[in-house]
């Protein structure tokens, strides 16, 4: 690798872990903000789902453990900001093709396959907790698949196979730096 790679890897990492650092200090305390302002009027939620049927009644109770089970993907969120920070800055420190990085991309990989899935049966849930105090015959079960699932997935997909196809090409690279 170049010396000019390198510097332009290091500089890159520095401003992108900046920006996980961040999004890990904001990230919950949007979450929590969101959290408060639904609580303080649990029919707000019925525009975050639309599948909701008329006449539901959503109290504060069914209202807090709907929200909790959504606030609940901040943790493979966290999770994946944290292997991002971690993995930049091994790169500021220089390491670039190393188990350690590829351990990190897979990690990330894996995260965002879990939040696809999350997010496929997450809102599943949210909407029968909504609805399970509806009358026979108003429950709703509501199962969907957006864009951004299928973006997550198929991200964490590559990242997955990134980080395996990286633990190779290290083992590799330290065998080739073993014969020089």
Do not use: K
């Amino acid at each position: 690798m170049t010396e000019a790679s390198l510097r332009q890897i290091r500089r890159l990492s520095r401003w992108l872990q900046l920006g996980t650092t961040l999004a890990m200090l904001i990230l919950p305390l949007v979450v929590t903000l969101g959290l408060a302002m639904a609580l303080a009027d649990p029919y707000s939620l019925s525009q975050h789902f639309p599948g909701l049927p008329d006449g539901t009644i959503l109290t504060r109770a069914t209202a807090t453990v709907a929200l909790m089970i959504g606030a609940s993907m901040l943790i493979p969120a966290l999770f994946a900001l944290s292997q991002m920070r971690r993995l930049f800055s091994l790169y500021l420190a220089g390491e670039v093709l190393s188990p350690a990085c590829a351990a990190h991309i897979r990690r990330i990989g894996l995260s965002f396959v879990t939040l696809a899935g999350m997010g496929v049966l997450l809102p599943t849930l949210q909407i029968l907790v909504l609805t399970a105090t509806n009358p026979a015959g108003q429950r709703a079960l509501s199962i969907a698949i957006s864009s951004d699932s299928i973006g997550f997935l198929l991200a964490g997909g590559l990242l997955t196979v990134i980080g395996h196809s990286m633990v190779e090409a290290a083992r590799a690279a330290e065998e080739n730096a073993g014969f020089v």
